[in-house]
């Protein structure tokens, strides 16, 4: 895996692309799978939803923005 695949730059800033472990902490990312979320460090999983599809894709912008406001 590329650190391009986990990263991105917008301008000045590095943006993250995959969701964090809520129970391991920041730096510890959820691999994405089909139907599913899941750490490899501590098997926290969360399901998806056909319905919470977009809800998730909106969730991970928020918490990416929120964590940038926080380090930035």
Same mark, same amino acid.
């Given at each position: 895996?590329?650190?391009?695949?986990?990263?991105?730059?917008?301008?000045?800033?590095?943006?993250?692309?995959?969701?964090?472990?809520?129970?391991?902490?920041?730096?510890?990312?959820?691999?994405?799978?089909?139907?599913?979320? *899941?750490?490899?460090?501590?098997?926290?999983?969360?399901?998806?939803?056909?319905?919470?599809?977009?809800?998730?894709?909106?969730?991970? *912008?928020?918490?990416?923005?929120?964590?940038?406001?926080?380090?930035?």
């Amino acid at each position: 895996m590329n650190k391009r695949e986990i990263f991105k730059v917008e301008g000045d800033k590095i943006v993250r692309l995959r969701k964090t472990c809520p129970k391991c902490g920041p730096g510890v990312f959820l691999a994405e799978h089909k139907d599913r979320f *899941s750490c490899g460090k501590c098997g926290y999983t969360e399901f998806k939803s056909t319905s919470n599809k977009n809800k998730a894709k909106e969730e991970v *912008s928020r918490e990416v923005k929120e964590e940038t406001k926080e380090n930035g």
